[in-house]
T-cell receptor, first 115, second 113 residues
Framework: DTGVSQNPRHKITKRGQNVTFRCDPI?????LYWYRQTLGQGPEFLTY????????KSRLLSDRFSAERPKGSFSTLEIQRTEQGDSAMYLC?????????????FGSGTQLSVL | QQQVKQSPQSLIVQKGGISIINCAYE??????FPWYQQFPGKGPALLIA?????SEKKEGRFTISFNKSAKQFSLHIMDSQPGDSATYFC????????????FGKGTTLSVSS
């Protein structure tokens, strides 16, 4: 296993369009996180799954954002009616099931540019 | 209370010098404090982490110093190398509660040769 994989690496879209990103976590990891990072800022938490259950959502996650993790494997993050303020790096991370497995393994992210 | 405040925003250190980055937090329930390193175009990667039951943890050239009473922790990079040039983030969480990591805003370190 080569780590957390995110696709696409880059996405350019026009304002108002919908976009979807995919994350494939490390295979034995049950927890999956989505973060957003803008230039010069730290990653900001968006949402978190344990297996297929979405356990926590940040208030940053407006109703235009939706995330899924069917069957507790890969996850998708969809942004509807994109706005210029959505331009950011979207990072996915995964960790093991045990509470002690706090270490997050991050993917290289999807860079979204909304024109 | 959920913030983690990091300083300085940027840091320039000569090769062989010591780099020091500081973080402060308010939520006393936090009990896991990692530092992540990020290179351009890559996701953050865990560098070193500490729990509040110890005051210091060292791994190679990297040391975390933790002051529970002051609610502060810092990263020290000894013998800084040009390859250490990256952005460093402190973070905090409550793993037992399953909370996600809260990150600081980052420190961009440049090590000049």
């Amino acid at each position: 296993d080569t780590g957390v994989s995110q696709n696409p690496r880059h996405k350019i879209t026009k304002r108002g369009q919908n976009v979807t990103f995919r994350c494939d976590p490390i295979s034995e990891h049950n927890r999956l996180y989505w973060y957003r990072q803008t230039l010069g800022q730290g990653p900001e938490f968006l949402t978190y799954f344990q297996n297929e259950a979405q356990l926590e959502k940040s208030r940053l996650l407006s109703d235009r954002f939706s995330a899924e993790r069917p069957k507790g494997s890969f996850s998708t993050l969809e942004i509807q009616r994109t706005e210029q303020g959505d331009s950011a790096m979207y990072l996915c991370a995964s960790s093991g099931y045990r509470v002690a497995d706090e270490k997050l393994f991050f993917g290289s992210g999807t860079q979204l540019s909304v024109l | 209370q959920q913030q983690v405040k990091q300083s300085p925003q940027s840091l320039i250190v000569q090769k062989g010098g010591i780099s020091i980055i500081n973080c402060a937090y308010e939520n006393t329930a936090f009990d896991y404090f990692p530092w992540y390193q990020q290179f351009p175009g890559k996701g953050p990667a865990l560098l070193i982490a500490i729990r509040p039951d110890v005051s210091e943890k060292k791994e190679g050239r990297f040391t975390i110093s933790f002051n529970k009473s002051a609610k502060q922790f810092s990263l020290h990079i000894m013998d800084s190398q040009p390859g250490d040039s990256a952005t460093y983030f402190c973070a905090a969480s409550i793993p037992q509660a399953g909370t996600a990591l809260i990150f600081g805003k980052g420190t961009t370190l440049s090590v000049s040769s």
